[in-house]
């Protein structure tokens, strides 16, 4: 049965990143088609994890409460405002792990 990835959405409904969780905490993936003839025409692939050990402070950054579901908070933050904020986040002051960058 396949894996049904869930979908952490900017404030105007843009798929910002897929994620599921995993053994090893929350992984993260995009994937972009490049615009052929542009400054942007390479596709590309884009993962990672956020480890367990960083989700009490991601929770922390946006007021979610430390008990509440990791899945939960995601899906609060998913479609909202904070969800940019969040993916800046994980390119600064959340850790991740296994990060793997692929440009063709």
Do not use: R
Request: some cysteine.
């Amino acid at each position: 049965m396949p894996v049904k990835q869930n979908e952490l959405l900017s404030e105007d409904g843009e798929v910002l990143y897929y994620w599921d969780v995993t053994e090893k905490g929350i992984h993260f993936e995009f994937e972009s088609s490049g615009v052929p003839g542009s400054a942007f025409s390479m596709d590309m692939e884009v993962q990672f994890v956020m480890p367990e050990s960083e989700y009490p402070t991601m929770k922390a950054m946006f007021g979610i409460e430390a008990d509440v579901d990791i899945e939960d908070a995601l899906n609060e933050i998913s479609g909202t405002e904070f969800a940019e904020e969040f993916c800046d986040a994980l390119n600064s002051t959340i850790k991740v792990v296994d990060k793997f960058v692929w440009m063709n």
